[in-house]
């Protein structure tokens, strides 16, 4: 017992130690230099190739004829950063490409862990340097790793924008100001990536609590107008990042409609629960000539069934939130752990789903770290994060030349002969399962956080 206290407190103590500046500054700097180190070693060819290939034509014929004389499925939002890597280099290489997303990991750090500062006891952060810890949980987790610096996607990007919205509508002082740069850094988000949005029911939640519940009906024309001014200039902001690349708001629509379209398959390579049942079959009729036998439940396409099932689960977790919030629980990490798991849920029940898009629960999960159930949630969700994303690299990197892929194929460790279809229904069932525990429970755990963060002013 004596040595087991030992340790901890020794553990403690080196926390402690890396709760300075200089320290700090150092422990990104590994970070940053790891990532680095990897970039040109490692990364999904097909993707790197049209990212190259999207840079390079947007500095060639900018943004208003791109979409007019290339295939693209991306919305505009990330184009804005291609555009720019396209006009600093004629040929980006594999760091160059992958620079913004690694930048984007150090971003990601530096917010869940003020995040969790905000919103973790006090006696917590007595024990804990809770931001140094947190950051760290980011900043070297092999499932952050390997999505920007070994694959080069850029999902983590768009999951700065949405975190950063959390922090400034959860935590601090309640202001216009904050509000408004809020809904605006989540529209970039949405810009980027449609799939950073699955928080949206909570944000609107807490406004609702802010400016509709129980008011008087003077103050409710004054708080509708509020919240509506919130949403026109969230609009405004998505549809205004459209417009340099020739789509008007009908156009971004129906853009956006057509690119969640794509593929109308239960699971695009996702450990979920359509994953469980099988990769790349249909959702829906109309699709079953093309990808197979349709998968359906009880007569109803899985595109409907997923849906329903993501709605019935957002009633749930609001409702399990607002009971917490009126037996008066602490808003910000209540409502944090909602958005986590509704985020969760998303990916888990939606089909069309694609591996990276567990990402974003991830990045909002993280901040609840100091919460043990939470904690560990978060663990064997990044466990699973990384399976799922070297499953689709090892299997799609084998046709590639190796010079570029950087990685084994399948057939280096039989990745799918020998355990393949077991891990994919196995990882499947799990991810499924830690949903639905975060739906029910979550935020119950999160409740839990009896004594209130102290408020950083700011």
Known sequence: MT????????????????????????????????????????????DLSTFRVWAMHLGEVGPYKFYGSILADYPPGYLYVLWLIGKLSSSPGYVLLKLPAIVGDLGLAWIAGSFAARIAP??????????????????????VIALSAVWGQVDVVPAVFALWS????????????????AFLLFAVAIAMKPQAGFALPVMLYALYRR???????????????RIASLGAFSLGLWFLSALPFGLG????????????????????????????????????????AAWGDLVAVAGVPALYVGMLALVAGAVLVLWLAHRAIERGGYEAPILTAAAAAL?????????????????????????????????????????????NLWWVLAYF??????????LPGPGCFGIHTIFGLAQQKLCSIAVTAIAIALACFGVRWAARTKTRARIVRG
Request: proline share 6%; hydrophobic share 50%.
């Open 397 to 406: 990197n084998a046709g590639a030349s190796s010079k570029h892929c950087g």
């Open 3 to 46: 040595i087991h206290l030992s340790r901890r407190e020794s553990l403690r103590a080196l926390a402690w130690r890396l709760d300075s500046p200089i320290a700090l500054v150092a422990m990104f700097s590994v970070a940053f230099l790891i990532r680095l180190w990897i970039a040109p070693r490692a990364g999904f060819h097909d």
């Open 249 to 288: 708001p009908v156009e971004l629509l129906r853009f956006d409609r057509q690119s969640a379209s794509k593929y109308p398959v239960t699971s695009a390579n996702a450990y979920n629960i359509w994953g469980a049942v099988g990769f790349w079959r249909p959702d829906s009729h109309g699709h079953s």
């Open 122 to 143: 006090t006696s917590v952060r007595a024990r804990w340097p809770v931001r140094t810890l947190v950051a760290a949980g980011v900043l070297f987790n092999p499932g």
């Open 211 to 225: 400016y509709l519940r129980r008011r008087s009906p003077s103050n409710l024309a004054v708080g509708s107008l």
């Open 343 to 387: 985020s969760l849920l998303a990916f888990a029940l939606l089909t069309r789903m694609h591996e990276r898009y567990m990402f974003y629960s991830l990045a909002v999960l993280v901040p609840l770290v100091f919460i043990r159930p939470l904690r560990l949630a978060f663990v064997a969700l990044s466990g699973i994060f990384v399976l």
């Open 166 to 181: 959390l922090f400034l509508l959860f935590t601090g002082p309640q202001s216009l100001r904050r509000e408004v740069a």
